[in-house]
């Protein structure tokens, strides 16, 4: 089945729920909570739910380009948060993963750590090649933009080429194909079973990779209207500029997703969905049953607050 989501346009929009795989599992997000479910060693599946903080909830959250930076956290805080549970179950044999809090200077430096990697591999790492290239080509400055972001560009695809050939990563990709493929099925109002959603695109407009994508190509535009500058000068706009440039990037990706339905957007989305098949697998049954279990899970944690509240 290649269907994209269904567009709600009579009714109220559809709610945008998220989610990441994780070690052999999937975390999956709402408005008001999120779960994680995970195949432990003993084939149980162990699932945690929490409620998100009420900033999901806020102005904050509503505001266009603010409402990108919560769309980092989520990347960083949520995603590292989910990780660190899996990782705890697959360790544990099978206990229920300890307490899935990530906190305090540890989990702090270790997002720090892992941003400073990401800039000086996807960012700074182009930005002094192309600038390398300037100097002994004597490019002109717009030219110069354009080998920035073809580097950049180049070592993405690259770095998901050659990390989606180990087995570990293998399956976590497959764990990726089961969240897209449920998030499908529910928003095509399909039943929410391994065999329904298997019918479903191993791509997702919305997913963290078009997210990435759409980062990189922005930035080529925005990087290219601050002129030439001195290497050092280059390097920090690009860190400093980063905030902007993913909120851009977070507002487009939703203006595609909420007008999927047209026939210009989904040109404009399909290298985004293109580029997913490096960081998708095709999920069995049991990955597929995880994946339902994390969404159910974080359905049931959303209804029991709302109830509350």
């Given at each position: 089945?290649?269907?994209?989501?269904?567009?709600?346009?009579?009714?109220?929009?559809?709610?945008?729920?998220?989610?990441?795989?994780?070690?052999?599992?999937?975390?999956?997000?709402?408005?008001?909570?999120?779960?994680?479910?995970?195949?432990?060693?003993?084939?149980?599946?162990?699932?945690?739910?929490?409620?998100?903080?009420?900033?999901?909830?806020?102005?904050?959250?509503?505001?266009?380009f603010?409402?990108?930076?919560?769309?980092?956290?989520?990347?960083?805080?949520?995603?590292?948060?989910?990780?660190?549970?899996?990782?705890?179950?697959?360790?544990?044999?099978g206990?229920?993963?300890?307490?899935?809090?990530?906190?305090?200077?540890?989990?702090?430096?270790?997002?720090?750590?892992?941003?400073?990697?990401?800039?000086?591999?996807?960012?700074?790492?182009?930005?002094?090649?192309?600038?390398?290239?300037e100097?002994?080509?004597?490019?002109?400055?717009?030219?110069?933009?354009?080998?920035?972001g073809?580097?950049?560009?180049?070592?993405?695809?690259?770095?998901?080429?050659?990390?989606?050939?180990?087995?570990?990563?293998?399956?976590?990709?497959?764990?990726?194909?089961?969240?897209?493929?449920?998030?499908?099925?529910?928003?095509?109002?399909?039943?929410?079973?391994?065999?329904?959603?298997?019918?479903?695109?191993?791509?997702?407009?919305?997913?963290?990779?078009?997210?990435?994508?759409?980062?990189?190509?922005?930035?080529?535009?925005?990087?290219?209207?601050?002129?030439?500058l001195?290497?050092?000068?280059?390097?920090?706009?690009?860190?400093?500029?980063?905030?902007?440039?993913?909120?851009l990037?977070?507002?487009?990706?939703?203006?595609?997703?909420?007008?999927?339905?047209?026939?210009?957007?989904?040109?404009?989305?399909?290298?985004?969905?293109?580029l997913?098949r490096?960081?998708?697998?095709?999920?069995?049954?049991?990955?597929?049953?995880?994946?339902i279990?994390?969404?159910?899970?974080?359905?049931?944690?959303?209804?029991?607050?709302?109830?509350?509240?």
């Amino acid at each position: 089945m290649n269907t994209l989501p269904r567009t709600n346009a009579a009714a109220e929009p559809l709610p945008f729920y998220g989610g990441q795989a994780v070690i052999e599992g999937v975390m999956m997000r709402g408005r008001r909570a999120m779960a994680i479910a995970v195949r432990a060693p003993d084939q149980r599946i162990i699932i945690h739910t929490q409620p998100l903080n009420p900033i999901y909830r806020s102005a904050f959250s509503r505001t266009p380009f603010l409402r990108g930076l919560l769309g980092l956290w989520d990347a960083l805080g949520l995603g590292w948060q989910s990780l660190n549970f899996s990782a705890n179950v697959a360790a544990s044999n099978g206990a229920d993963g300890g307490d899935a809090k990530f906190e305090g200077p540890l989990a702090w430096g270790t997002i720090a750590l892992t941003v400073l990697f990401a800039v000086a591999l996807f960012s700074v790492g182009p930005t002094a090649a192309a600038y390398w290239t300037e100097t002994v080509l004597g490019l002109t400055f717009p030219a110069v933009a354009l080998v920035e972001g073809s580097i950049q560009l180049a070592v993405l695809i690259g770095y998901l080429w050659a990390i989606g050939r180990m087995a570990e990563i293998r399956r976590v990709f497959g764990y990726h194909g089961a969240e897209h493929q449920t998030i499908h099925a529910f928003e095509a109002g399909a039943e929410l079973t391994p065999a329904s959603a298997a019918r479903f695109p191993l791509e997702h407009p919305r997913c963290g990779t078009a997210f990435i994508l759409n980062v990189a190509v922005l930035s080529i535009f925005l990087f290219a209207l601050l002129g030439p500058l001195p290497l050092g000068a280059r390097i920090l706009s690009r860190f400093l500029l980063i905030p902007l440039v993913a909120a851009l990037a977070f507002e487009y990706q939703r203006f595609t997703a909420r007008h999927i339905g047209h026939p210009l957007v989904r040109a404009l989305i399909a290298p985004s969905l293109a580029l997913q098949r490096l960081t998708t697998r095709r999920p069995d049954e049991q990955m597929l049953e995880v994946a339902i279990a994390a969404f159910k899970a974080m359905q049931a944690q959303e209804a029991g607050i709302q109830t509350v509240g």
